[in-house]
């Protein structure tokens, strides 16, 4: 029998998860359908409404149940993880003064505005003095919150509990040195596959019909959920049973939305594969993006660009473009969709160096907020590691240390989470293998069941109940690492390109 | 320089329409994007948003900056009628206690789940109780409420502000008498005209295609609105520049959409209409249910359906539907458009018969409202009342006194602002062509900018500055009448029939 406090912190939860389902719809609908001059009235009612979730989380009776909930020892297991959760949250909530919100808040909104300037006039400059007040702010952030080592951990727990900058360190220098070594041995090989086969037009509607397609065999529940079309191709939920995707289509290469589709799709099976029993609950919530990022590329790359996915899915897209397919094989299909070509945009990376891109981005981002960067050097350095890591000249900065939308968002520390999303993904799968031997044979037949119920029951399913690398050590008895990813990509890769 | 106050309520104002925007944006979504397993929650998002907003509202600060600001006479004259029109909403709000509201929602949740249940089992029995208790409601939210003369003036005030049963009766009694004399003229003159050409498929794409341009064409502004497809077409605002229509695509008839399209932009284009001052105030509103049935019905029937616009759009639908149309002519099509027959469901009701629809809805809901009738004696009143009215047999409930979703919604009293609309929308069309004498040439020709900056002037940008029976009298110079829209319908009718 769960107490009444209990009860009213349910209460009160699932009120503020009833706002913050708003918020999402309203951020889902700027993207996807809100009329252009919508913009200014939207941006009103997102501030409007994100204000009332705070407030309703953070007052003094949350914490009040909170405190007395704490010492309750007549909880179940679930009970006392989720009054646990709930206060970690509330104690992150409430440990930043208002005011300082406030400022930063104003500040991102005056560094966004400037970053798309300063991008479209190819201009650092004219960014530099936003992004010098949101390096101050974050290291201001990270002595509020507090922090043992880096204060750059303090900023990393925002999106990955529990990572060390420490931690990461060691991994991402071995993956910056292997990494760096396979791209220039595959591009030392001279055996670039011929992808002029897709230099035609893929008709809209056809692309859109395969991409959900594959969503459904993925096992997604489009009667819980739906595809869109956005810029930015995103995942969002507003309740365990309404989870959205979004796709972009691009008539001249098919596989820029089927692969988006895959990834979102991964990420929505994530959500989708929450308990019932967690439904309006703060323990059916993802646990760090590096675990939703490793559902997202386990399902686009590791299994989505693999030779069995292109086996059976190549006959299907034959199917729905015959003329274009009717001279390219399957395996010309499976190459195409592993093309590695160094490019100095991260968005148009490859499995091969999208790594790469992030590790330069953490290297700046820790020395920036260690303090052994200043903002100005940046570009400088951007073209250093672009050169060092991918090979690249880096012509000006807006393809360089300009492209990306997350400083200026004041996100510094949620890049690794992309890199960390592919080095669990690997690890889940090596042990994936093990569990279900037939994997290769079922991905061959665009059977996924097996697949989606181990993922349920290893991941989905807990929920917030294991910290992001508790989960890793958990279900693959080994501790988060790059060993697995690059295993599978110096396998992978040596194939491809004979190495 | 206006005051703190007066800052501060606006203000206030401003974040309560927020929340209400966010209200509508999931109610939109619920309509038209929504996936099916979403609706629970859904219902729990709307809940709450609702309960924060009514909360928001009526707090005691709204309550004290208004008392204040009421007797403020530094105000000018349009921040003196926000502050009585807030008021007027204030006192509204906070006259029916918290456990009334919590009483009659809940009850209302129940007779909506019963409703749909007893016509779809066509069972008035499985209503009845639902329905007399909230007749029974209605009677005391009347009381709460307050009134002079009837109680249904209490009700009638919720939608149409200032209206009376006493001033409706005689208007729609002299209704009823002369459109049920019309219908019959038009049924014993045997000339209804043959519309077999209209039994064909009309691929859904085209319709869509033609909706959009006419929604151009009337002046609706696509970048501060988008069109969408739902069961049933609706309007809904959540900005000045964010309106939002939706119309329903039937391939067996193309006139279901293009009229749908453009009841909806009719409503549209009055809340695009609004002032740019006023926008996320009280005044940027409609006045009322009515008023904005007046745009709607305007549009749709008075210009939609008339002789001028179909010589221009039959033309333009020829060139959407080549085949279809080829041997069809523009005067077909223009009788076509106006058939008029007898129906037992008032969503399938043409011009001539719709306020017959209405009159019985309202003169039943009197009764109830005033304890002259039985829940129980419904379905028989309705029978004989359908007979003498339309001369129709109603072979069930299911198609006689279960069809309307209001009752069970707990709206009584909303009905009679259907045929205010219908009557206002000929009253303004009287004086329109006073003041623009070269209307319809315009309309002939696809024009609808002296149309459209006519209704800016006179209705639309007024917003909630006048009533809406004084808004009619300032602009025709005439109280709300029948007479306007009886010429109308007679002389149009007389010509097409021949009587």
């Known amino acids: 029998m769960p107490s009444e406090d209990y009860a009213a912190l349910l209460e009160r939860i699932g009120r503020v998860k009833d706002v913050n389902s708003a918020i999402g719809l309203l951020s889902w609908d700027q993207e996807v359908y809100m009329p252009p001059k919508g913009a200014p009235a939207r941006g009103q009612q997102l501030a409007t409404l994100s204000a009332i979730s705070h407030r309703m989380f953070t007052g003094k009776e949350v914490g009040e149940l909170l405190d007395r909930l704490g010492g309750d020892t007549s909880l179940s297991a679930d009970a006392t993880k989720l009054v646990e959760e709930t206060r970690y949250d509330y104690d992150r909530a409430t440990r930043l003064p208002e005011s300082f919100v406030q400022k930063f808040s104003e500040e991102r909104s005056k560094a966004y505005e400037a970053w798309v300037r300063a991008k479209g006039e190819n201009n650092f400059e004219g960014f530099r003095p936003n992004l010098e007040t949101i390096v101050d702010l974050s290291k201001q952030k990270a002595d509020l919150m507090g922090y043992e080592g ?168 034959r199917q729905a473009f015959p003329e274009q397919l009717k001279n390219v094989s399957n395996d010309a299909v499976y190459r195409g969709v592993n093309k590695v070509q160094p490019t100095l945009r991260r968005l148009d990376a490859d499995e091969c160096t999208y790594n790469l891109h992030i590790i330069l981005r953490f290297e700046i981002e820790v020395a920036l907020i260690e303090g052994d960067l200043k903002v100005a050097d940046i570009p400088g350095l951007w073209k250093a590691k672009m050169k060092q890591y991918l090979g690249l000249d880096v012509p000006d900065d807006a393809r360089g240390c300009l492209q990306d939308i997350h400083w200026s968002h004041g996100s510094i520390g949620y890049f690794p989470t992309y890199t960390l999303g592919n080095l669990y993904a690997a690890q889940f799968l090596e042990k994936l293998l093990e569990d279900l031997p037939t994997l290769w044979e079922e991905v061959g037949a665009g059977n996924f069941a097996g697949l989606l119920t181990w993922l349920r029951a290893k991941v989905h399913q807990v929920g917030r109940r294991k910290q992001p690398a508790e989960l890793v050590r958990d279900v693959t008895g080994k501790d988060p690492s790059s060993e697995a990813y690059l295993d599978y990509l110096e396998k992978k890769y040596g194939e491809l390109y004979d190495l």
């Open 150 to 317: 880096s204060p750059y951990n303090a900023l990393l727990e925002d999106y990955e509990r529990g990572m060390t900058t420490e931690q990461l360190r060691p991994i991402f220098s071995e993956l910056a040195e292997r990494q760096s070594n396979l791209v220039e041995r595959i591009a030392a090989s001279g055996r670039a596959p011929d992808t002029a086969w897709l230099d035609t037009e893929w008709d809209r509607d056809a692309q859109w019909d395969f991409t959900i397609r594959i969503l459904r065999d993925m096992g997604y529940d489009l009667e819980a959920g739906r595809q869109d079309e956005s810029v930015h191709p995103f995942t969002t939920d507003f309740d365990l049973y309404d989870v959205r995707v979004t796709t972009r289509i691009n008539t001249n290469n098919p596989f820029e939305a089927i692969m988006a589709s895959i990834h979102e799709g991964g990420h929505g099976l994530y959500e989708q594969g929450f308990l019932a029993s967690d439904q309006r609950t703060i323990l059916g919530e993802a646990i760090s993006l590096g675990i939703h990022e490793s559902q997202s590329r386990l399902w686009e790359t590791l299994i989505g660009q693999s030779r069995p996915f292109w086996e059976h899915y190549a006959e299907v897209l």
